[in-house]
């Protein structure tokens, strides 16, 4: 409450003034009027409104929030308010007071009221000010006065001047509330709305992208969540649930050494792929290297898969901090799978720490570099390593990514994307391959 | 963009202008751009060779410009003469070249051209196929950015 009184104190501290000078001279020889009653006022269409600040839990000024398809004409969508979901409705359309101003849906100023235990987003044009009042400058309303029904104004108030309609917040909801329980149906199937939040949270919450590429795998997960959770609600979604469903899209030992299972499977397809196109060097693109754990991976599962091959490889990311620390990468000796030879490939640097061998850093090539930006690289590819990358891109920038990093390739080159990731793109065919997404350059 | 090759010229800009310029210089995140940037007003460009082929381009606007040349001077210059193109010149011959030293002593051999000063309003300069880095750097004199396009040769 303490953030909505201290909304404006100094123009409160004025009006207040104002309305002790307005109101003394009415009221006689009064000196000090004590106020009972606050409202916080604020603007639709042309005129002013009103509510009890004792309704009132929040103000909210510029927030984000999600729609929801499908719902009734007045509920503008739902926010996560410290990860209670709360519905954000527009009064103007509630009231029919559409002058024809259109709101854009991104940011909004939003009063967060609290009406029988239940909180409601009211998306208002301009908040104004908390105004003190007494109960008995409150007129009740006339039946002619303004264009919300009679029975939701609690009062007129005015001010300057300036009439005030106070909304009684209780009866509007609390109606309309009951109104719309009547006009969804119980069997209505609303998985499709709850999928569709579902993801515009994971979205903001984690700052991925689901999109074309990874929505597939995602909906299963998500549909697995939901029958093992019992979800028959507008499901919560926590930063922790979101970051729990990302992972799971995410390719197997991602920001991790790749274990000799991985290196089987990348075996049979990709490197059976690559031996027809190439034998004493392989030019290798990381892209979205990470710390670099996918980086060495690819590296020794090259080397020693291709008896030897000389491996140039450059690794790619947009993360300054990360791609810059790769390159002196220092891990736990334990960590290290058996078939990347600890003793032979790495360097201990105390306390069974161990750092990659010099000779192998130097023919990786880390590049601070933007995915966005591949057409730039003149450079052309034996494989391409981009997993996961849709994630991060949007929909249209993926698309155009893949299309991109095809011109980098030779003919007959290979692609590994994510796991769970699905492209369609002529310039490619899919190779067979066991849990793994490989792709070969027409 | 190898890593390797963004902390000289980062180094550099920062010590070369606090020395020079003023004390209090603050670096902003570097960026990186594609092929098509905006000149604020005034660009020196630098070009770079040998193991490597690119461009450096200090870019800042006339306003910081005359700050930056009045501060290394040591008095206020109000008219952008002779002097002051000299003394930006010098600036972008300052940062480069610390730059290229401390690259050289990482084992990577570049050369420098001489510095071009191109001034003018609504500037866009354009390199096909090449991404820039962008560290933005903020003066008490104004704002700077160093733009940092750099392909390998090999």
Redesign the interface.
Known sequence: MNQVENMDFRYLMQNQKKINTTSSSHKDNKNIIEYDFKIVSFKIGDEFYGIDIMAVKEILKEKKFTRVPNALEFVRGVLNLRGDIIPVIDLAKMFNLGNGKKITNDLQSIIIIKVENLLIGIIVEQIQHVIPLRKSDIQPPSPLLGSINERYISGVVDINNRLYVILDTDSVFSDKEKAKKETIPQDTDLTEEFFVYFVNQVEELCGVHINSANKGKFRDYYNEYVTDNNIKEMPKVSKEIAETMVNKVLSIHTDEFWESNLIDRFNDSAIAALGKICSDEVRVMDIGCGNGFETFSAYLAIHNSMNGAIVKLTAIDTNLASVSSASGLVVDGNIIPSWMEKQKNFIEVGGNQYKIHKEINDKIYFEFHDAKNISANHKKFDIIIARDMSLYLKEAEYITFIDEIADRLIKGGVLMIGDNEVISNQKFTKVNADRLSIFIKN | ????Y?NPFVESAMSVLQTTVSSEVKRG??K?S??INHIMGVAIIVGLAGQVSGRVIIDMSQETALNIASSMNGERLNTFDELVSATLTELGNMITGNAVTKLHQLGFKFDLTPPALFMGDNLRITDA???A?VVPLELTEGKIEINVAI??NY
Not at chain 2, 1 to 4: A, C, Q, S
Request: hydrophobic share 45%.
């Open positions: 963009m190898r890593v390797e963004i995140a570097p990186l594609n092929s196929k090449i991404e880095l392909k390998e």
